[in-house]
């Protein structure tokens, strides 16, 4: 079983960057499809970025062309640069993998962002 520990929330004006990062614990990283997802009250969760255990991603529409995601196998850690950040983008946002073999999942705490004037 994996743990994972978000760092890097924070509040920041619009247009400005900010840095998540997923601290991965437990298990092998590299078995892990590992995600960030995020949460407004009263919405459903909705997936931000996804990056598979090979590498290959994925972006939601929102965040195409200002969001970045990578991670380091060798230190077990995923990371979310956002960049031309929005208002819209303030939610709590959660690091998630999914275990390519069982594809039980897991979540973090997660960290808020606010986008705010």
């Known amino acids: 079983q994996v743990q994972l520990v978000e760092s890097g929330g924070g509040l920041v004006q619009p247009g400005g960057s900010l840095r998540l990062s997923c601290a991965a614990s437990?298990?092998?990283?590299?078995?892990?499809?590992m995600g960030w997802y995020r949460q407004v009250p009263g919405k459903q969760r909705e997936l931000v970025a996804r990056?598979?255990?090979?590498?290959?991603?994925t972006y939601a529409d929102s965040v195409k062309g200002r969001f970045t995601i990578s991670r380091d196998n060798a230190k077990s850690t995923v990371a979310l640069q956002m960049n031309s950040l929005k208002p819209a983008d303030t939610a709590v946002y959660y690091c998630?993998?999914?275990?390519?073999?069982?594809?039980?999942?897991?979540w973090g705490q997660g960290t808020q962002v606010t986008v705010s004037s």
């Open positions: 998630n993998a999914e275990d390519i073999y069982t594809t039980n999942v897991y």
């Open positions: 437990g298990s092998i990283f590299s078995r892990y499809h």
């Open positions: 990056i598979r255990s090979g590498g290959t991603t």
